[in-house]
């Protein structure tokens, strides 16, 4: 899984500047750089494929292997598909789209379908296969599931990176990812560019969106197949359980997100924690856009949410360990 030659992380973008410098700009750990214009083109054509000591013929290998390492001490370098954001995570590389910045036809088709469709494919779903209450069958359930989930997991980014390019926001990398001991999927994307609150908030929900229209799907599927009914009846199950997960309001899910950018503020568990303290002490609150019954409604509910997720991570963590022995 290792690239055959050094590359630039894809969150990494640089701008050549008017003085013919490059300035690189860290969409993750959101830090600019200034870089100067022979190591800037330099770093800018370090794309994994390209011989570097090609780029710059007229440099000898020293000189290279010197602009190598200040990059390497920069943060910029990569050399396999897999890597560690912090303790605990691994991520690994799956798709790098062409172009970020794709305000396309189809991503916005795409993302206006996904709106439209997600909660009647989910009701309609829903209703076909309770309103029968099939016997449930099949001897494929361990694989269905597993199917299931993995599927629910790539279409929830999926959903995500569709929205974000539909409003013009700019998509990275996709892959897969381990935290601690349970599975996942990713999109790195940033969404600075949409100004508008209720988009962002969609880009945050499109993933949930995406679970919801997967699980109607599946549930009409075992609702009309008793083949394997079973298998498809608790694939759906799962999807549904994962977009509830994710309406949880703990900062890093998509909840939180959806709520931060309705009510205009950063972190929707920083501001919660802070709101509460001063309610506590008999502090005045700060001035915000939302409502006082609504804002603190949600600043509360957030704060009381966290203990509950993290037993719910217990648990889940318990179980793929159970599972797994």
């Not at 305000?103 to 989910?122: D, G, I, R, Y």
């Not at 099949?138 to 995500?160: A, D, F, P, Q, Y």
Request: aromatic residues 12%.
């Amino acid at each position: 899984m290792r690239y055959k030659y050094p590359k630039i992380h894809n969150w990494i973008v640089f701008r050549k500047t008017k003085d013919g410098e490059y300035e690189a700009y860290d969409y993750m750990n959101e830090e600019s750089y200034i870089l100067g214009s022979r190591i800037g083109y330099f770093a800018k054509h370090l794309d994994g494929k390209t011989d570097p000591f090609s780029i710059i013929r007229r440099l000898s290998d020293e000189n290279v292997a010197m602009l190598l390492r200040r990059l390497d001490k920069l943060g910029f370098l990569r050399r396999s598909r897999f890597f560690s954001a912090s303790f605990g995570e691994l991520y690994c590389t799956v798709f790098t789209p062409k172009s970020m910045r794709r305000k396309t036809t189809v991503s916005a088709f795409l993302n206006k379908l996904l709106q439209t469709l997600f909660l009647p494919a989910f009701i309609a779903g829903s209703y076909a296969f309770f309103s029968k209450l099939p016997k449930l069958s099949g001897g494929m359930v361990l694989l269905n599931c597993i199917l299931g989930i993995v599927g629910g997991m790539i279409l929830h980014e999926i959903g995500h990176m569709i929205a974000s390019l539909a409003y013009g926001g700019q998509v990275f990398e996709a892959g897969v990812m381990l935290r601690i001991v349970l599975p996942g999927a990713y999109v790195m994307m940033d969404n600075s560019s949409v100004k508008d609150p209720l988009k962002r908030a969609q880009i945050n929900a499109a993933g949930i969106e995406a679970n919801l229209l997967l699980s109607g799907i599946l549930f009409m599927i075992a609702s009309n197949f008793a083949w394997n009914s079973e298998g498809f009846f608790f694939s759906a199950l799962l999807n549904a359980e994962l977009a509830l997960t994710n309406l949880i309001l703990v900062d890093g899910l998509d909840g939180a997100g959806v709520v931060s950018d309705l009510l205009g503020i950063e972190s929707l568990g920083t501001e919660a924690k802070s709101y509460c303290q001063r309610w506590f002490k008999g502090g005045q609150a700060q001035k915000h856009k939302a409502p006082d019954v609504v804002y603190s409604t949600m600043c509360f509910s957030t704060v009381m949410i966290q203990p509950v997720y993290v037993v719910m991570l217990i648990f889940d963590v318990w179980g793929v360990v159970a599972w797994l022995l």
